[in-house]
C-alpha cells in the first residue's frame, strides 16, 4: 500500500503561493513557484527563502555524546565548539556513505545532528544502534522542528531587519540561539546554494509567522520563494554532493573525493575505521575515478547515469546535470578515470542518447560567490 507523503507546517502557505508540489524523500515539497531559473538567479543576485523541513533533525545528549558521535561518525566532533558546525557522515562498517550531516554543538552536552530526508530513519537508526555503552542519548526530534532557509547576498541585510541576534559576528557553520520576527529560533549560517545565507530551525507552529515576516521583510530585497528545483542547480553549480548522485553506499569518502572528512587522528575507534584507512591507502596507490566538472560545448543536457565516454571507450558516468543559468550552458558532475580527470582534458564527451557530445573537464566549484 502506499504511503501519503507527509506535509510541512507551511504546506497550504506553498499551496496559496500556487507551487507545483512533489513527493520527495516521502514529502510534499515545493518543486517551483513560478519559473526556476527566476528563482536560481535570485538566490545569486538577490535573495531566496526556502522551506527545507524534510530534513531530519535527531539530537544527541548525555556526558558522553561527543564521545560517542566521534565513535558513530567519521569526524571529529570532540573538537566542535559550542556554537558551531561541522559538516561529517556516518560511515558502514565496509566503510560505504550511508549519509552526509552537518553536526551543530549547541551545549556542552547537546547535539543536532541534521540528515537529509531520504536517508533521516537510516541514521537514526544507525545512531540508536550505536549509543550503546555509552552515557549518551539519541532522540529523534523531525516532528520538533520547521526549518526555513535564506540563502543569497542580500540574506544578511534581511535577517538583519527582523531579529537582534549579532549576524556579523556569526560566522560559516556556526549557529547561535535567538530571536527571529518574534519567533524563537536556531539560527545558522549554513546553506547549499553556494552564497551566503542562513537557516532557521523553528517551531512548526511558528513556521507560517516566520515566513510572512521574511517574506515582508524582504520584499524591498528582491527575495522569493524558492523550490527543490532552482535549490539543486544552485547546489549543483556550487559543486555541492548530493546523497544519491555523487555519495551511496557503494562509495567511501575517499572514493568520493571528500577523503578529507574522516579523521583518523582522533582518539578511538569509530565504526568503519578499518575499511576506510585500507580505502585510503588504496587512494594514494591506485587513485579511484576522480568527481570532476563538466561544461558541455553544445545545449544537449545530460542527466544521472550517463556514460562519459573517450576515445570510444566509456570512462565514466555523470552523477548530476542540468541547464546552468549562471554559466548559461549544460552542466555536469561525474566521476571519471583519474586519466581524463585534469582540467582541460580534451576529447571527452557524454553519451546523450547514443550520440557522444563533447564537454570540457572543468576543476569543480563551476562557481564561487565572491567573499
Not at 507551487?19 to 516521502?26: E, I, K, L, P, S
Not at 538577490?46 to 527545507?52: I, M, N, S
Not at 562498517?93 to 533521516?120: H, P, S
Not at 555541492?240 to 551511496?248: F, K, N, R
Request: aromatic letters at 8%; a negative charge; charged letters at 20%.
Amino acid at each position: 500500500m502506499s504511503t501519503a507523503p507527509r506535509l510541512t507546517a507551511l504546506d497550504a502557505l506553498h499551496r496559496s503561493l500556487g507551487a507545483t508540489m512533489t513527493d520527495f524523500a516521502g514529502w510534499d515539497m515545493p518543486l517551483r513557484y513560478a519559473s526556476e531559473r527566476d528563482e536560481h538567479n535570485a538566490v545569486r543576485t538577490r535573495a531566496g527563502l526556502f522551506d527545507l523541513s524534510h530534513m531530519g533533525e535527531i539530537t544527541v545528549t548525555g556526558s558522553e555524546a561527543a564521545a560517542f558521535l566521534n565513535f558513530a561518525l567519521v569526524g571529529n566532533i570532540g573538537t566542535v565548539a559550542v556554537g558551531r558546525a561541522r559538516y561529517t557522515m556516518i560511515c558502514a562498517e565496509d566503510g560505504g556513505i550511508l549519509d552526509d550531516l552537518i553536526v551543530y554543538r549547541l551545549g556542552d552536552d547537546e547535539y543536532m545532528v541534521v540528515a537529509n530526508a531520504g536517508n533521516a530513519q537510516i541514521v537514526l537508526d544507525a545512531l540508536t544502534a550505536r549509543a550503546d555503552g555509552f552515557d549518551a542519548a539519541v532522540r529523534d526530534d523531525r516532528d520538533a522542528y520547521a526549518l526555513l532557509a535564506v540563502q543569497g547576498p542580500e540574506s544578511p541585510a534581511i535577517l538583519a531587519s527582523v531579529t537582534d541576534a549579532d549576524l556579523d559576528g556569526l560566522k560559516y557553520y556556526a549557529g547561535l540561539p535567538g530571536t527571529v520576527a518574534g519567533v524563537p529560533a536556531l539560527i545558522a549560517r549554513t546553506g547549499y546554494t553556494g552564497e551566503d545565507g542562513f537557516e532557521l530551525f523553528v517551531a512548526p507552529e511558528h513556521a507560517e509567522q516566520l515566513w510572512k515576516a521574511l517574506t515582508e521583510a524582504g520584499a524591498s530585497h528582491g527575495l522569493i520563494p524558492c523550490g527543490l528545483s532552482c535549490r539543486d542547480t544552485l547546489r549543483l553549480e556550487a559543486g555541492m554532493p548530493l546523497y544519491g548522485h555523487e555519495l551511496t553506499t557503494e562509495l567511501t569518502p575517499f572514493d568520493a573525493g571528500l577523503g578529507r572528512v574522516v579523521k583518523f587522528e582522533k582518539e578511538g575507534d569509530f565504526v568503519g575505521r578499518e575499511a576506510l584507512t585500507a580505502a585510503a591507502e588504496r587512494a594514494e596507490t591506485a587513485p579511484p575515478r576522480k568527481l570532476v566538472g563538466l561544461i558541455a560545448e553544445g545545449r544537449r543536457v545530460p542527466r544521472a547515469g550517463f556514460s562519459v565516454v573517450a576515445g570510444g571507450e566509456i570512462i565514466g558516468e555523470v552523477t548530476s546535470g542540468a541547464p546552468s543559468p549562471t554559466l548559461g550552458k549544460p552542466i555536469a558532475i561525474a566521476y571519471v578515470d583519474a586519466a581524463h580527470a585534469t582540467p582541460g582534458t580534451t576529447g571527452v564527451g557524454v553519451d546523450i542518447r547514443g550520440s557522444h557530445e563533447p564537454y570540457e573537464v572543468v576543476a569543480l566549484p563551476f562557481y564561487k560567490r565572491q567573499k
